[in-house]
């Protein structure tokens, strides 16, 4: 099964870093009061970088790995250019 790391920009322009298997299931979900917590009150979100992974594990310790990053790392890797696509 293919695994997501996502950072979405969130309505007050804060990054959130999450895992799932279905990018446009989960951007659904946040913007619709079924995801983080942590996002309430932040939406609409809309997801704006993408890594797939081959599993749970390796896309659980890059997501932990991200989520330790300083806001200005989030976005140079943003900024990479690589884009979602889902």
């Known amino acids: ?3 997501f790391v996502y950072i979405a ?3 007050d322009d ?3 870093t999450g ?4 990018p446009t299931r989960r951007e ?3 913007n ?7 996002l309430r009150g932040k939406t609409p979100i809309k997801i704006i970088y993408l890594e797939r992974h ?5 896309a659980s310790k890059r997501e932990y790995a991200i989520k330790n990053w300083k806001r200005e790392d989030k976005l140079k890797l ?3 250019g690589l884009q979602p696509k889902f």
């Open 19 to 22: 895992i799932t298997t279905n």
């Open 54 to 58: 081959d599993d749970k594990i390796k």
């Open 78 to 80: 943003i900024e990479s």
């Open 28 to 30: 659904w979900q946040h």
């Open 14 to 16: 804060s990054l959130y």
């Open 9 to 11: 920009k969130c309505s």
């Open 1 to 3: 099964m293919k695994w």
């Open 32 to 38: 619709n009061c079924h995801g983080a917590k942590s």
